[in-house]
């Protein structure tokens, strides 16, 4: 399978309610985005033809994060990305049925064009005292630990999970495609993320690509924002050596 890479890591997330806020936010900040991130609150709104045009300015990450049973994750996920997507996500707790049909699926529809699959671990808002009851009495990163290796043993290489277990997810695969939200510079409002690091550290733990929103958008200067974002990543790839 072709590696699958986006020329910057900066995901952008387009968390707005309008296309019009969009789309004026995807034309000021399409020179920094590897790709821009999407969910229910636009995709809802303006369907298909939202994730089309947009996907003609950069990579789309359609993060609807899918959940139900297989053949209707599946049908969800060729709907995505005939729609223009080149990630989408779905939730790891789907099981392993679920999964390896969805890794078929993803490398059907890779020779097409690039699309990955992102599972979705735990959600960053997350902390230990705030799971749902019928989540197994166990550290955070156990839990992760346990659904990223239920993903890759399914033949899926592409997770989400928060900065904190980006370190012990790419020591289980080297090739895992680990993107991380949770991404915040020192100065950033945290808003209601939990397990939270700067781009810096989380480049220099492993993350393949980081999701960053309300820190660009909401900043009186998006641009400025996404270039002190892309800074920090460049700090971690001069660390490393990279």
Do not use: W
């Amino acid at each position: 399978m072709q590696q699958f890479d986006l020329k910057n890591p900066l995901i952008i997330a387009l968390d707005v309610d309008s296309a019009e806020e969009c789309f004026r936010l995807s034309e000021l900040l399409s020179a920094y985005a590897g790709a821009f991130k999407v969910g229910p609150r636009l995709c809802m709104r303006y369907g298909a033809s939202l994730v089309d045009k947009l996907s003609k300015q950069a990579p789309v990450f359609v993060d609807n994060k899918y959940l139900d049973i297989p053949s209707t994750m599946e049908a969800a996920l060729r709907a995505t990305f005939e729609a223009g997507a080149t990630l989408a996500t779905v939730h790891a707790s789907a099981g392993s049925e679920a999964l390896a049909l969805l890794a078929k699926t993803e490398r059907e529809l890779s020779v097409k064009r690039p699309f990955k699959v992102l599972a979705v671990t735990v959600l960053t808002s997350f902390t230990e005292e705030t799971l749902p009851p019928t989540n197994i009495k166990q550290p955070i990163a156990k839990s992760v630990e346990a659904l990223a290796k239920l993903t890759l043993e399914s033949g899926l290489s592409g997770l989400v999970c928060s900065p904190h277990e980006v370190s012990s997810l790419r020591a289980m695969s080297e090739s895992a495609y680990l993107v991380t939200p949770g991404v915040r510079l020192p100065s950033d409002d945290v808003g209601d993320q939990k397990r939270i690091e700067t781009p810096e550290q989380a480049m220099l733990k492993g993350s393949s690509a980081l999701v960053v929103g309300r820190p660009i958008i909401a900043a009186k200067n998006p641009a400025e924002a996404a270039e002190r974002i892309l800074a920090s990543i460049a700090s971690a790839s001069n660390a490393s050596g990279k």
